[in-house]
C-alpha cells in the first residue's frame, strides 16, 4: 500500500509523512492521485470564519473533493477520508459509535458530514472502496495554526506560557476525547492497511478530560500565574459545540490498536 496524500502539509499530514515517509504527498494544486490508494486530509475547519466568507466551507470542503474525485472513476481507487467527530452533532447519548444518527449544525461540520456523504454516493456509482475516519481532537508539539477556533487547547497552553488569562466556558466542565498527534498518525496507517472497505472508523483515546483539567495540568507543569476565568458561552458556541463528547472506538481496538500517549503524555510535551 502506497497512499497519495492530499492535506500532505497540514499537522496530520506532515507527521504522518514524518512516520511513513514511504507514501506520496500530493501538492496542493495537483488533485490527479498517483497511486491507488487515498488518503484525504483537506478540511476547512474554523466556523468563526463564517462571518467572513460563507462559501469557504463549501470551496474547501466540498469543491476540492469533488475534484480529486473526477480522477477516481472507474480506476480501482480505495479512498480514505479524513472526517471528525463534529459531524455527529448534537447527540443525547455517548460514547458516539459510528452507527449513531449525525446530527451537524456547524458550516464546518454539515459540510464535514455532506462530504462523507458524497463520498459514499460516489462509491456506489462508481465502484470504488472508501474508509471514512473521524477523528477526535489531535494535539502534539509543533501545530503552529492554532487559535481560539482551531485547535483551542493548544491555544490556552501558549497563553499559560506567557501568563494571560485564560476564559473557560462553561466553568470549563466540558467533556472531551484527545488523541496524540502519533497516536492519531498510527491509527489511521493501522485503518488504511487493516480496516474493512466501506466502513466508519472512529479514532480517539477511548478517554476523557474535562477542559478544566486539561488547563489546570497544563498551568502546574508550566508553573503558570495565568488567571483562570469563567466566562458566560456564546450562543455561537453553544449552538455548534457539545458540552460532553466521547467517542466509541471498539472498531479501532479491534484491528489491534494501542495508545502510546496518556493525557498527561500530551500536555507535558505541548507544554515544554
Known sequence: MQLSIYGSTGFIGSNFLKIYPEHLPIRREERRPLSKDILYLISYVSNSNINIDTSIFVKTNLSILCEVLNYCKGEGIIFNFISSYFVYGKLTSFPAKESSICNPSSFYSITTKCAEDL??????????????????????????????????????????????????????????????????????????????????????????????????????????????????????????????????????????????????????????
Open 119 to 272: 463520498i459514499i454516493s460516489f462509491s456506489k456509482t462508481f465502484n470504488i472502496k472508501y474508509r471514512i475516519i473521524r477523528m477526535c481532537n489531535v494535539l502534539g508539539k509543533g501545530d503552529k495554526n492554532v487559535s481560539n477556533t482551531k485547535n483551542t487547547l493548544t491555544w490556552m497552553i501558549n497563553k499559560l506560557q506567557k501568563d494571560e488569562t485564560i476564559e473557560l466556558y462553561d466553568k470549563g466542565q466540558q467533556i472531551r476525547d484527545i488523541i496524540h498527534v502519533k497516536d492519531a498518525c498510527k491509527a489511521i496507517e493501522l485503518i488504511c492497511k487493516k480496516g474493512k472497505a466501506n466502513e466508519i472508523y472512529n479514532v480517539g483515546s477511548g478517554k476523557t478530560i474535562s477542559i478544566e483539567n486539561f488547563i489546570n495540568y497544563a498551568k502546574d507543569k508550566i508553573q503558570s500565574n495565568s488567571k483562570i476565568k469563567y466566562v458566560e458561552t456564546p450562543e455561537f458556541y453553544a449552538n455548534a459545540n457539545n458540552k460532553y463528547f466521547s467517542l466509541d472506538i471498539n472498531k479501532l481496538l479491534s484491528l489491534g490498536f494501542k495508545l502510546d500517549f496518556s493525557h498527561q503524555d500530551i500536555i507535558k510535551e505541548i507544554c515544554i
